[in-house]
């Protein structure tokens, strides 16, 4: 038997350790260790963290914060960001009904959260003011009700699975079940995300992956690629700059972000990628996935003071970041049959010499060649509220 599993939680059997660790005589994969533990004080005070260590790569999820990733290290690499929440946030300390529709703020600090699931984009008003949907949505701050590592000794694997439900009495019934992989040694990890359609009507659901990198990975030079087969800024500031979208500047207090949509070109494999690397191209972080399940790619670039979040989003979605009711209205909100379940991937790779950099640009570059980019210099009227 090469498989061996542990439930960590599970509510419906009453299941829930407030501390385990497995060492390699456990996993029997060479140089692993898994941690879980509760954490206690200040903002994280109740906060589940599962630390996975592959042997070279240590990452933590939160369980408790709808399966995000908190941050990753590589040796005394830090990958992540350096919000100015002292994160991870308990989601009891998020007011996400808040009237401004900004809660969501108050508890944002992960190297990759989701954004979803009923919404995901700028808070919503109706015509009287009041917030209807708030910015990009619950399912960040919704802990899941089973979550279980698994180890595949032949394979070198670790698997965590962890499900959240979003639901709603008399609205929508959403569950997420995602799976995060990793491998002995590897330098990086994947996603599996599956939605199901829980109730028996139709289901309509947004999805963002907010990928966040910061500092020392970012700094002024530091570049995005990407293979971009359309282009448009979301607004007239970020048109401004337009010509600098790839390269990112120093951090300056008071900058007011700006933010870029794209559609990104596959590969033969039907996969894209985007890169963030340093000014010296002797580090970066890449991001791929399958252009059928997220057709939009949006770029964040949030050159604040450092202290304030220096950071930038790659971010790819099933929809653009708007209000919801503008989604709706261009056909962006996807609909599901009851019981039917959508899948998404992501393949999440760390470059650590300039030879991983290099073979990752050349690949981009590759499926750029035969592209004519089509570049919108104004914000695009059915991209943008």
């Known amino acids: 038997m090469t498989k061996k599993s542990w439930t960590l939680i599970d509510t419906d059997r009453k299941v829930h350790h407030d501390a385990i660790s497995l060492g390699v005589n456990d996993t029997e994969i060479s140089g692993s260790a898994v941690h879980f533990r509760r954490l206690r004080g200040g903002l994280r005070d109740g906060v589940d963290s599962l630390e996975v260590d592959?042997?070279?790569?240590?990452?933590?999820?939160?369980?408790?914060?709808?399966?995000?990733?908190?941050?990753?290290?590589?040796?005394?690499?830090?990958?992540?960001?350096?919000?100015?929440?002292?994160?991870?946030?308990?989601?009891?300390?998020?007011?996400?009904?808040?009237?401004?529709?900004l809660g969501w703020l108050d508890g944002f600090d992960e190297l990759l959260c989701r954004c979803g699931l009923s919404s995901n984009g700028a808070p919503d008003f109706n015509q009287q003011g009041r917030l209807t949907?708030?910015?990009?949505?619950?399912?960040?701050?919704?802990?899941?009700?089973?979550?279980?590592?698994?180890?595949?000794?032949?394979?070198?694997?670790?698997?965590?699975?962890?499900?959240?439900?979003?639901?709603?009495?008399?609205?929508?019934?959403?569950?997420?079940?995602s799976t995060w992989l990793t491998r002995a040694g590897e330098l990086g990890f994947r996603i599996i995300d599956e939605v199901t359609n829980l109730s028996g009507t139709h289901?309509?659901?947004?999805?963002?992956?907010?990928?966040?990198?910061?500092?020392?990975?970012l700094e002024p030079g530091a570049r995005i690629i990407a293979p971009v087969r359309t282009m448009a800024p979301r607004d007239a500031h970020a048109a401004e700059s337009l010509e600098q979208w790839e390269?990112?500047?120093?951090?300056?207090?008071?900058?007011?972000?700006?933010?870029?949509?794209?559609?990104?070109q596959p590969g033969e494999d039907g996969r894209t990628h985007a890169l963030l690397r340093n000014a010296g191209g002797t580090r970066g972080v890449s991001v791929s996935f399958p252009v059928a399940q997220l057709p939009y790619f949006i770029v964040w670039k949030n050159a604040v003071a450092s202290q304030d979040g220096?950071?930038?989003?790659?971010?790819?979605?099933?929809?653009?970041?708007?209000?919801?009711?503008?989604?709706?209205?261009?056909?962006?909100v996807r609909k599901l049959l009851p019981g039917e379940t959508l899948r998404f991937e992501l393949q999440f790779e760390i470059h650590d010499d300039a030879a991983g950099v290099e073979r990752t640009e050349r690949a981009i570059y590759k499926m750029q060649q035969p592209l004519t980019t089509t570049l919108y210099r104004k914000p695009r009227a059915e991209w943008s509220s």
């Open 54 to 101: 592959n042997g070279k790569l240590r990452t933590v999820l939160l369980p408790t914060r709808g399966m995000g990733v908190w941050k990753a290290w590589l040796d005394d690499w830090e990958i992540g960001w350096k919000s100015p929440v002292r994160g991870p946030v308990h989601p009891k300390f998020v007011p996400i009904g808040d009237p401004t529709g």
């Open 133 to 177: 949907w708030p910015l990009h949505g619950r399912i960040a701050n919704l802990p899941a009700h089973m979550l279980e590592v698994e180890c595949d000794r032949e394979e070198g694997q670790i698997a965590v699975r962890g499900v959240v439900d979003e639901c709603r009495f008399h609205f929508l019934k959403l569950r997420l079940t």
């Open 203 to 217: 289901g309509e659901m947004e999805l963002l992956y907010h990928i966040n990198l910061g500092e020392p990975l």
């Open 247 to 264: 390269t990112f500047p120093p951090p300056k207090p008071g900058f007011a972000e700006q933010v870029y949509l794209f559609q990104l």
């Open 310 to 332: 220096y950071v930038c989003g790659l971010e790819p979605a099933i929809n653009f970041p708007n209000p919801r009711s503008f989604e709706e209205r261009h056909g962006r």
